[in-house]
C-alpha cells in the first residue's frame, strides 16, 4: 500500500527540512520545493495527497501555485507563512486553501492539522466510494452534484473551492437546520473548533458572492443572528 505524500513547498531550506522531520516521523513520505515552479512539477509529476505552501517564494508564489493546482485537482492546502495579516489569511482561503498557519509555529500544530486534513479528505473520498453515484440536490434552478463536486445557477456553472463546496453542500441537505459556526467548522474541516470562526465566515461570504445573493440578499444561505446559518431552498 501506497504511502501518504506530502509537499512541502518553501523557499527556507531549514524550515521544509524542519517539517520534513515531523511529518516523517509520523510515517508520511515527504517531497521538498524552494519555489513555486518546483512545487507545480512535483503536483504534476508525483501522487501528492496534501501541499504545505509558503506564500512568498520565487518564480511563482503560493497563491498562484493554488490557483493551479485548484484548477486540477482537491487535495488538501496549508499555507504556512510570515504574512499575519487578517487580509493575508483571507485571500490564501478564498483562492483556495484549506487552511492557514502562520510563522512562527509549532511542528506538533502542523502535524495536527494536516492529520486532521487527511483524516476528512480520505472519509469523504471512502463515503463517496461507498454510496456510489448519488442523486442531485436541486433549488428552483441552482444544482449541486457531489458526485461532480459542480454547482450551476440558472445553468452557469458556479467555481466553487472545495470548502465551499462542502460548506453548501452540507447546508442544502438540511434545509431549514440552523448550523452554528463551531457544527460547520466541525462537519467541513472535520477537526475540533478552534478560534476558526472567521475561516467559517470568509467562506459563507465568498459563496454567497459567487451564487450572487449581493443582488438578492438571503436568497440560498441565510444568517440566524447569534446562532449560525441555515439553507433557505
Known amino acids: 500500500m501506497r504511502k501518504i505524500s506530502i509537499l512541502v513547498a518553501d523557499d527556507e531550506g531549514e524550515i521544509a527540512d524542519l517539517i520534513a ?14 519555489d513555486g515552479q518546483e512545487a507545480v512539477h512535483l503536483v504534476e509529476t508525483q501522487s ?3 501541499v504545505i505552501l509558503d506564500i512568498m517564494m520565487p518564480k511563482m508564489d503560493g497563491y498562484e501555485v493554488t490557483r493551479y493546482i485548484r484548477e486540477k485537482y482537491n487535495m488538501p492546502i496549508i499555507f504556512l507563512s510570515a504574512k499575519t495579516s487578517d487580509f493575508d489569511k483571507v485571500q490564501g482561503l478564498v483562492i483556495g486553501a484549506d487552511d492557514y498557519m502562520t510563522k512562527p509555529f509549532t511542528p506538533i500544530e502542523l502535524v495536527a492539522r494536516v492529520n486532521a486534513h487527511l483524516r476528512r479528505f480520505m472519509k469523504l473520498n471512502q463515503l463517496a466510494i461507498a454510496a456510489g453515484e448519488k442523486s442531485n440536490v436541486e433549488y428552483s434552478g441552482l444544482v449541486i452534484s457531489p458526485d461532480q ?17 462542502d460548506i453548501l453542500y452540507l447546508l442544502a441537505t438540511h434545509p431549514k437546520k440552523v448550523f452554528s459556526v463551531e457544527n460547520i467548522f466541525q462537519q467541513v474541516w472535520g477537526e475540533s473548533y478552534f478560534e476558526s470562526g472567521n475561516t467559517v465566515m470568509v467562506h459563507i461570504r465568498t459563496l454567497r458572492k459567487k451564487l450572487k445573493e449581493d443582488k438578492r440578499k438571503d436568497k440560498w444561505i441565510k444568517t440566524v443572528w447569534g446562532v449560525g446559518y441555515t439553507f433557505n431552498g
Not at 522531520?21 to 524552494?34: F, M, N, T
Not at 463536486?149 to 463546496?165: G, N, Q, S, Y
Open 48 to 50: 501528492i495527497d496534501l
Open 21 to 34: 522531520i515531523h511529518l516523517e516521523k509520523e510515517g508520511y513520505d515527504v517531497s521538498k520545493a524552494s
Open 149 to 165: 463536486r459542480t454547482v450551476t445557477l440558472f445553468d452557469e456553472c458556479i467555481e466553487l473551492t472545495p470548502k465551499e463546496f
